[in-house]
């Protein structure tokens, strides 16, 4: 328990009165939300206006909230221009979007017309747009498990309060899918990454307008604790990776609990799945490669093919866990992956970008890093800080590798059989018990 003690000579309330947080992050620039993590105690949400509020003890002296390198420091969760603050800032933001939060100071203690939600409550924002497993489990779900655990926190029963639901996302996903897809596979892949962070006693996915209508006859909803903040960019800054380990572990442990599979099950015989995507980044010629495969493999291992998107997230896992090799291309359909089981490997292919006459001497690097004809790694970024999967990379070299003679980050790959099979039976041999 934190330290608590009563000052001599001083009148004071009762534990539970007012607001407290802790946070971790950067705390030294007003505009640095994405650096930080909070947990509040004791905030509450009108439900009429849907705002939060922070309850503050009145006449006496209060720890600021920021100590600004530049403009000193601030004792105001949200800054604005019109109330005399130096520039316009909230203190974190929610998911990859970055939506601003920040809770309203107010002089006082709780209200008594409340409901009072016990336990941690994440408020978690989905990411509009980019809806693939990789953005939903580890830019949306895993965020929540880190933050928990970095704030000492961590709990199996949490809660979790979506800004807004599935339904609200029409305008904002891919141009190829229609509202009733976005839909469902947005709600999908909730039910697959983000419910398994659920306890048994929280069974649902409510949102902020969902829960002031549940509790209508309330003017409050006041949180035991409140999650907000994280690190919400698991692809594009490899150093919010850096320690989290065993953390996307324990993720990978919690999920596939959840799902009903046995996240400590070892395959007593090897297969090799082949991830099958049609489209942009594909295989172009999966049939003859998988032939080969099976081939040169078929008494050591059964080979198989599957289309992922076909299946139920607990059928791709329950696959997952007899597969002992997986070859998949990059991007989204690759990040199913990191639930193989401990000691597998995978296979993935890498992509190729090229750029202008110019960029060519001035050696342009993009946000993933890529240099011109060089072999990169889509999600490098988290595939190298997932410790459990050995991971190999099917390298490109050259125009012959795409379809097309095109490369390209979202160009299909032309596979060279003999050298994936090199690959994949290097990965058998290491398997062996020696």
Known sequence: APVRIALPGEKTSNPGNYSRWQCVGDFEYLERTKDRACVFSNVCLNT???????????????????????????????????????????????????????????????????????????????????????????????????????????????????????????????????????????????????????????????????????HAKFKWICFEQLLVGGSFSAFTHEDLNFGKEPLVHLFRERVLVWHGVDPAAIPSTHKILFVEKKGRRAIVNLDEVGAYVESRFKHWAHVCKANLAELSFTQQFQMLSSTTIAVSPCGGVSMVLPFLPDGAYAILMNYMRTFSFKDWFVQRREEHGECHGCSWTMEAELWRHVRHVNKMYYQVWSHSDFQGGQPGRDSAVVVDAERLGSLVEAALRDMEPY
């Open 48 to 214: 009429l206006s849907k705002g939060f509020a922070f309850f503050q003890r009145q006449g006496i002296a209060t720890s600021p909230v920021l100590y600004d390198h530049r403009y000193g420091r601030q004792w105001n969760f949200q800054q604005r221009r019109k109330n005399g603050s130096p520039l316009d800032s909230d203190f974190l933001h929610l998911g990859h979007q970055q939506i601003p939060w920040s809770p309203q100071k107010i002089l006082g203690p709780l209200p008594q017309d409340r409901r009072t939600l016990w336990g941690l409550t994440a408020l978690s924002a989905p990411s509009i747009g980019r809806f693939n497993v990789g953005h939903v489990a580890f830019e949306e779900a895993l965020p929540l498990l880190v933050a928990m655990s970095q704030l000492g926190v961590y709990t199996p029963e949490l809660r979790i309060l979506r800004t807004h639901s599935c339904r609200m996302l029409h305008k904002n996903g891919p141009p190829w899918l229609t509202q009733q897809q976005l839909v469902q596979v947005c709600s999908k892949l909730e039910a697959a990454f983000l419910k398994p962070l659920l306890g048994r006693h929280n069974t649902e996915l409510l949102t902020v307008d969902e829960l002031a209508a549940k």
